[in-house]
């Protein structure tokens, strides 16, 4: 028997993948308020919940012990599908796992591994230098230019930095980035910033008819935009806990 496996054989791979998820931030651990809450977002954008994938970070938190199943269920009853936990004290880790769900550490204890690894190495102002102008190359390295329409269906991204898309973005198109995102043109389809977290990160677009604007998850779609914004060039950010759209220049 030959030792080299025919591809028909392979039953599946595993790739590393980059897709939008919307983080649901809880203040709030009880399940009942949660419910209401929900129950006044769904009135205003039915159609964000359509069984869509959330994250759901307790980092805001200061409990051990949470009513994670009942959270869970309030959230399926709305039709959003939990499909992680971000956060949390060792018994929410294990609730996390016996209830099927993924588990991440928190943001700012990735951030403090990330800060501790670079500090590790940078032992001098020489260093700091050096290791300043290697992120400064990483992120001109990182920044994705595309050319054209991204069409219906289409999805464009740029995993390590900024996107630059010099066309338009049709209706049922999506385009992320890990950094800002620049469309010199009509941005009529989906666009999500800062995915992997970046709350610094911007939406810039010629013109504004955005089917979702999204900056480190949090989200904006047609319908809560300002209709005196649409159609005009405008720039997103994320301030005082929220988006905002302004017109750019």
């Known amino acids: 028997m030959s030792l ?15 897709l939008p998820m919307t983080v649901m931030e809880l203040s709030s651990a009880d399940p009942e308020h949660i419910r209401s809450q929900l129950a006044g977002k769904l009135s ?5 919940f359509q069984h869509t994938p959330v994250v759901l970070s307790v980092e805001k938190l200061d409990e051990p012990h949470l009513a994670l199943e009942r959270i869970c269920a309030v959230c399926r009853d709305h039709k959003l599908l939990p499909v992680a936990v971000r956060g949390g004290a060792e018994p929410v880790r294990q609730s996390a796992w016996a209830l099927g769900l993924g588990w991440f550490a928190p943001v700012e204890e990735g951030r403090s591994r990330l800060l501790e690894s670079v500090g590790s190495t940078a032992t001098s102002d020489d260093a700091i230098d050096e290791v300043e102008s290697a992120d400064q190359e990483v992120v001109a390295v990182a920044t994705r230019l595309f050319r054209g329409t991204v069409r219906s ?27 800002s995102i620049h469309v010199y043109g009509a941005l009529r389809g989906r666009a999500l910033a800062g995915i ?30 300002d209709s005196q914004l649409l159609g005009r060039a405008a720039e997103v950010h994320f301030a005082k806990e929220q988006l905002e759209i302004k017109p750019l220049g």
């Open 4 to 18: 080299n496996a025919n591809s028909a054989d392979i039953a599946f791979t595993f790739k590393g993948g980059m």
């Open 44 to 48: 205003q954008s039915p159609a964000f």
């Open 153 to 179: 269906g289409q999805q464009v991204s740029a995993s390590e930095g900024d996107l630059v898309v010099i066309g338009a973005v049709n209706a049922g198109a999506e385009v992320l980035a890990a950094g």
């Open 196 to 225: 992997h977290g970046n709350t610094q990160a911007g939406i810039y677009c010629r013109e504004l008819e955005a089917e979702l604007l999204s900056v480190a998850g949090n989200y904006k779609r047609l319908e809560d935009i």
